[in-house]
């Protein structure tokens, strides 16, 4: 009696084996591709040349001056897409002061004068520790520095911030944010 059911069994397993592990991956993939390539291919920029720049779902790690920084992240190592996490770090915690500490004076010794309290989201990790995005207020304590490092005007590069700048979701929800590869790539490319 067992072996009239197993024969059933097996073919059952056969069968949504092909639907799920090959039919239905090959008819997502292909609409992906049809419908939302640069999605599908991870929101990449390329150079002129045709190297990849980056992603613009992914944050970077820039560190020079003449670079707007954006935020913290939370993986090892640091914006690592295939370990993405927060860092369940609670705001009594000594590694989290640490870090925000750390933080705060490294934007200090690239822009003493700036008297301005530093944003919260330029020295925390987002929640999948890879956020791309930055404050409007994130990204004007860093004008003056980048500009002063550039030798270009604070307005051009308010320009540069506002055209990368994406509002709230449906006009409702969040905050407005600035894509932070975006704008560094932007004035890389820019003309003096």
């Known amino acids: 009696m067992w072996r009239e059911q197993i024969k059933p069994a097996i073919m059952i397993f056969i069968v949504l084996t092909v639907i799920t592990g090959v039919i239905y991956p090959l008819v997502v993939t292909g609409m992906a591709q049809a419908f939302f390539h640069k999605q599908a291919n991870g929101s990449l920029i390329y150079s002129s040349d045709g190297k990849s720049v ?3 779902l992914i944050g970077q790690n820039f560190d020079d001056p003449k670079y707007f920084w954006g935020r ?24 989290l002061v640490d ?33 791309p995005h930055l404050s409007l207020a994130g990204m004007d304590y860093q004008l003056s520095r980048v500009a002063r490092v550039r030798k270009l005007s ?39």
């Open 72 to 95: 913290l992240s939370a993986t090892t190592p640091a914006y690592n897409a295939s370990a993405s996490s927060g860092s369940n770090l609670g705001p009594s915690n000594p590694a």
């Open 54 to 56: 980056g992603s613009t």
């Open 154 to 192: 604070e307005a051009s590069i308010k320009k540069i911030i506002d055209q990368n700048t994406s509002g709230r979701f449906i006009g409702l929800l969040g905050e407005p944010v600035v894509n932070v590869l975006k704008v560094n790539w932007a004035l890389d490319r820019l003309k003096k």
């Open 99 to 131: 870090a925000v500490k750390a933080r705060i004076a490294a934007l200090k010794i690239v822009d003493p004068g700036n008297q301005v309290p530093v944003p919260v989201d330029l020295v925390t990790a987002s929640a999948s520790g890879l956020d």
